[in-house]
Structures are given as C-alpha cells and as structure tokens.
C-alpha cells in the first residue's frame, strides 16, 4: 500500500459492529492497522472468511494474562503496602472483587456497550451475554473471544484504580455497587466513543491504550468520590505513613511487568508497534521513577522507595496514550515530565486543596492520561522521532482534538460519578463510622486481620 495512503478495507469496528473504520494514519502502524486493514498472514480462517494470526493471538492470550496480573495481584499489593496494617486485607479484597464483579460485568452488557453496533455513542445490547460470537468468532486477526478477554483486563483494573482515592473509610458494599454500576455507565460509553467506533474516535483522537478510557476516568472519579466522602480522621497532618513499603515496591514491580501487556499489547499484532510501543513504556517508566526520586531529594534530602515507585506508575500512565505513536525519545521526554508533574499535583492537591485522595488516584493517573494524551499530538511528529499523525492533520489541528477528547471525557466522568454516588448514598452505606474507621476496617467489615502480631 502506499505511504500516506488512507488504509482501506475492515476494521475491528466494522467486523464486530459493521461500521467503517474512520481512522486513518501514515507512518508505523497503531494498534487497529491490523483490524483497519485486514492484512493476516495465517492458517485460520473464522467464520467470516478471514484468516486468524496465530502469533497475533498467542501475543494478545499472554498480554492478557499480564493486563490481570497488574491487578491481581500487583496493584492489590501497591495500594495493601500505602495503608496502615489494620486496612491492608480491606484493600486487598476491593481489588480482588471489582475483578469478579466487572468480569461478570463486562459479559452481561460492558463488552456490548463498549463494542457492539450502536452507533457513535454507545454500543446498544445486541452482544450482551456474548450473543452471536462463537468459537470461530473473529476481531480482526484473532479469535473475538480472546478480544473480549484482554478488554475485560481493562475494564478490571480501571475501577481498581479507583480503590485508592477511598481506602480506610468506605463501606464495601458501596464499592462492589458503584463499581459494576460505574462501569456500565461511565467506562463502557468512553470506551466505545474512543475505541468502539464512536464519535471521539471518529474526530482522531489518539488513545493508543488508555490515556483517557483508563486512567482519565479513573483519576477524575477518585477525585470526586474523595471530595464527597471527606477526609480520613487525622488528614493531613496526623496520618500514619505507609505501614510496608516493601510490599508497595513488589506490587510496583509486577505493575512494571504487566504494563508491557497493557501497552505492547494494544497492539493486538506480534509486529514491530508492539516492540516500539514495549520499548517507550519502559523507558518512561525508568524515567518517570529517576524523575520523582531526582525531585524528592532536592526537595528533602532523601529518595523514598514510595516515591521512586509511585513516579515509576506516574511515567507509564503517561507513556500509555502515546505508547504507540512516540518513539523513544518521547518516551524519555513524557516519563519525565509525568514524574515531575504527577508529584507536584499530589503536594497541590492534599495540602492546597485539603482533598484527601489517599494514593494519589487523581495526581497520578488522572494527571499523567491527560498530560500524555496532550503531549502526544507533539511527540507523535516525526521531527520528534514520532510514528507520524492523522493523515492532513496539523499539530496545532491534532492538538484540539486531543484536548476536545480530554474534557468530553473528563465532563462525562465527573457529572457521571457525582450522580451515581448521590443517589447510592441514599440507600447504601457510604463512610464508615468513626470508631470503624479507627479499629480498621478488616475485623470491622470482614472479620479477619492481614497480620496476626
């Protein structure tokens, strides 16, 4: 095909929802070039007459394994190591239960909601409960039952991310509601505007892996739940530091490993955008940990292992929009940025804004998407080392573009959040009580204790 052609033929969209594909990019190809333009190279044909690609699949089978081991159990483990030890099974049994609760989830409605023929807002009912995908079902070049598994992985550790803005002080019943609820409503419409074929996606915006499906509506409704629930007893200036920062720094490490999944990933090819995209996200995560480091020992004295890791997570969720558009220059660049900043939001918003969100949900993930998916229309030129933007689009045109995507996003997410939380509120508890909230909420709310000392 010739370069800086638009690409013809059917994407993911169009083979699981019908509809063309509007996306159309020059340069390396992103993740949906192989579900844009059919090209397979295999052994296998689906239903449809198309040839499944057995490196593909078995590439896109691994990364999702690596997309639920980020959750279960490293980002249970990174949040269990930030709170007190009376807490740590609390978190740990939010993580692992928004897993059950949005796998049956994402297959009841989520997955037809984000991926189903619906039109530019949401993806309609018609694939509830998987309805019309079989065994020779195919998304593009792999079988649409693995492609329904590895986005399950992202609509699982989202919510999860979530848990860190309400640790110590939330009922666990609010959170297995809101979070099946919130995801129907909230992470599924997004995904489909930006991924399933939807308005956001047919503007260009760039959203390699989640810039703004993940970590955008992830972030911004941390920072809402954590205005509406209040602060923690004690918030600022008496809480206890993080009880094992050891255990922070493995669930960090296998957030580090998983990521690869997450980015290298979205590719949905075993093919070069899967290397290039493995290669900046690990380049920004090494970055965005130096970053945050640098900066805390000219700030105070000493590098922590908490913020080491914690800039680590702040260099890949900005990585994670541009992951496969940027080169590695852009990767160095976007993972030390998201360091910097990401920490200097959490000072802003805990000790100028006295709003207690607890691990930095917002500072870290809300900040980083949007920063990326910003900085990605810059670094995406290849005078940046960059794969190149949407065909005829100019920086400044691809730009407002990315920030249209950033506030639709945000918007929907905050006013979503806010209503979803009001009304539960009305009849599910919401905050513990205080003497809960001091004894700690694993003998209170489950009846065990993480540490018998």
């Given at each position: ?165 309400y640790v110590e002080r939330i009922h666990f019943s609010f959170v297995i509601i809101f979070s099946a609820i919130w995801g129907l409503v909230v992470y599924a419409p997004v995904t489909h505007w930006i991924w399933g074929g939807g308005f956001l996606g047919a503007m260009g915006v760039m959203d390699f892996a989640g810039g703004l499906v993940v970590h955008l509506t992830a972030g911004a409704t941390?920072l809402v739940l954590a205005v509406m629930l209040g602060a923690r007893n004690g918030f600022p200036g008496e809480l206890k530091p993080p009880h094992s920062p050891g255990l922070t720094m493995m669930g960090a490490a296998m957030l580090w490993v998983g990521w690869f999944g997450f980015n290298a ?189």
């Open positions: 095909m010739p370069e800086n052609q638009p690409f013809q033929g059917r994407c993911a969209q169009y083979l699981i929802t019908g509809r063309r594909c509007t996306n159309r990019w020059q340069g390396r190809r992103p993740w949906f070039y192989y579900l844009c333009t059919g090209e397979y190279t295999s052994r296998h044909k689906g239903t449809s007459g198309a040839l499944m690609n057995g490196a593909d699949t078995a590439w896109i089978l691994t990364s999702t394994a690596l997309v639920l081991f980020m959750t279960l159990p490293g980002l249970a483990l990174f949040y269990a190591g930030l709170v007190r030890a009376q807490n740590t099974l609390s978190v740990l049994m939010n993580c692992f239960a928004i897993a059950c609760v949005m796998s049956i989830v994402w297959l009841v409605a989520g997955y037809s909601i984000a991926f189903g023929d619906g039109g530019a807002v949401w993806g309609g009912l018609g694939k509830v409960f998987l309805a019309g995908v079989g065994v020779d079902s195919l998304a593009g070049a792999i079988p649409e039952t693995v492609f329904f598994m590895f986005q399950m992985t992202f609509a699982i550790i989202t919510p999860a991310l979530i848990v860190g803005a941390a990933g979205s590719a949905l090819a075993a093919d070069t955008s899967a290397g290039m995209a493995m290669t900046v996200t690990h380049i920004a995560a090494a970055a965005g940990s130096l970053a945050w480091a640098g900066a805390e020992w000219v700030r105070f004295g000493k590098p922590s292992l908490v913020g080491i890791v914690t800039g680590m997570v702040a260099g890949l969720a900005t990585i994670t929009p541009a992951s496969g558009f940027v080169g590695p220059a852009g990767g160095l660049v976007l993972g030390l940025a998201g360091g910097l900043l990401c920490q200097w939001f959490v000072g802003l918003i805990k000790q100028k804004w006295k709003i207690d969100d607890s691990l930095d949900v917002f500072a870290v993930h809300g900040v980083g998407g949007v920063l990326g998916s910003i900085l990605v229309a810059l670094f995406a030129l290849p005078s940046f080392g960059g794969l190149g933007l949407a065909e005829g689009v100019s920086f400044g045109g691809q730009l407002g573009v990315q920030l249209v995507g950033v506030v639709v996003v945000a918007a929907w997410t905050v006013v979503a959040t806010f209503v979803i939380a009001k009304v539960m509120a009305t009849f599910v508890p919401f905050r513990v009580g205080g003497d809960v909230e001091t004894e700690g909420l694993d003998l209170v709310l489950h009846g065990e204790r993480s540490y018998e000392l």
